[in-house]
């Protein structure tokens, strides 16, 4: 009995610890990725080894790095964040380790680096893809012995610091191509928190998007009236490449501009391009997973394609046992779509392809309880099509 209430207050004590890290730290989410990425937080911050965080521009490596730094025992001391990609290589040197007076033209006296500055704390290199090899070479000699010479100096300094990089490049590929030192490379990589994309996680969208609009809005005292579940919904279809820092700004950017009135669906596809790139040749989009691709090529051959859909027509008509196999997807459609003639009075030969389309998904939707994204499944459709569509046709929960 005890072994079991201990199992669970260690976990509890886990659970308030990410709460914790999410409110002070901001790294917003539900989604299995991000608690992840929050108990790996917590399994490496309590040591001193070196941490390389990797992920796309934009997903919130900063934010890893401050979290890593909190929950340290270095918290009470500074974390020193350096952007390497945004100081000149004329003085990135003496930026990281100091200079002594006179050393160049211009040092009227001597200046703790970076390095120094960071002492008994932490320091965190954002970009270290883009450090040129000269500083790559002394960045292994502090990595290693926690000492250097400041530039122009010839007494050595020690300093006790955790490195703590990142980065968006693939460095071991940079690595092969010679324009980042192999030892460097594995030096810094003692432990490697990678960072989810906005895409990995879409789920999450629904906990950001709140958080950032209310937050803008109070700063700015500006009444904001909210998002619509369609307009959430679409944010999630989105590919965002500019990850997390693309979703908050275009909330901002909607809420000034919006003037604080609700933004419904209408409204987001004034600011977001959602159509994806098109090959003449296919009537479907591509850049998708290919059996999504079949899918929607098999349902607007289904719903579009004439002779296709009557031949449908006349099979569900004829009444016949054996359905017209066109894929797993079909397999799952409700069996009330085949009977739809007994419902219909039989003026089902009369209906339009519109009118079918319209039918199925009202049947399926009835099916599924009014469950979309359930569904969008079961039709093969992505959920962003059958919102458009359910839009297209009027269909609301009262009609269902």
């Not at 099916?367 to 969008?376: D, E, L, S, W």
Request: glycine fraction near 6%; charge should be neutral; proline fraction near 3%.
């Amino acid at each position: 009995m005890s072994e079991s209430r201990n199992v669970i207050v260690e976990d509890y004590s886990r659970y308030e610890t990410w709460r914790e890290i999410q409110q002070k730290v901001g790294i917003l989410g539900n989604s299995d990725r991000v608690r992840q990425l929050i108990e790996t937080i917590e399994q490496i911050a309590t040591t001193d080894i070196s941490v390389l965080i990797t992920g796309e521009s934009g997903t919130g490596k900063e934010l890893v790095a401050k979290a890593v730094h909190m929950l340290s025992k270095r918290s009470h001391a500074p974390l020193i964040t350096v952007n390497c990609g945004a100081i000149p290589e004329g003085i990135l040197e003496s930026e990281l380790f100091g200079h002594e007076k006179g050393s160049f033209t211009g040092a009227i006296g001597p200046r703790k680096g970076y390095f120094e500055l960071a002492d008994t704390g932490s320091i965190f290199l954002d970009e270290i893809g883009e450090l040129p090899t000269s500083i790559q070479v002394k960045l292994l000699r502090v990595l290693e012995e926690r000492e250097f010479l400041r530039v122009g100096g010839s007494q050595l300094h020690k300093v006790d610091i955790r490195f703590i990089a990142a980065t968006n490049r693939d460095l071991e590929k940079e690595v092969k191509n010679g324009n980042f030192r192999e030892d460097l490379y594995y030096r810094l990589n003692a432990l490697h928190v990678p960072v989810p994309s906005l895409r990995e996680r879409r789920e999450d969208i629904r906990v950001l998007v709140p958080r950032f609009a209310k937050d803008f809005s109070r700063e700015n005292l500006i009444e904001f009236e909210g998002f619509t579940d369609d307009a959430l919904f679409l944010m999630q279809e989105y590919h965002w490449p500019g990850n997390i820092r693309e979703l908050k700004n275009l909330v901002e950017k909607m809420i000034v501009l919006e003037r604080g009135k609700r933004i419904n669906e209408h409204t987001l596809e004034k600011y977001i391009k959602f159509h994806e790139p098109m090959d003449k040749r296919l009537p479907v989009p591509l850049q998708k997973p290919k059996d999504d691709v079949e899918r929607e090529f098999l349902i607007r051959v289904l719903l579009e394609i004439k002779s296709e859909i009557a031949q449908l027509r006349e099979l569900i008509l004829s009444g016949t046992s054996s359905r017209y196999r066109l894929g797993a997807w079909r397999e799952e459609l409700p069996n009330e779509y085949f009977h739809m003639q007994e419902n219909s009075n039989g003026s089902e030969s009369e209906k339009s392809v519109a009118d079918m389309e319209k039918e199925m998904i009202k049947t399926t939707l009835n099916k599924t309880g009014g469950n979309k994204r359930k569904a969008a499944k079961i039709l093969g459709l992505s959920e962003r099509t059958l919102y458009r569509k359910i839009n297209q046709y009027g269909l609301r929960n009262e009609d269902l």
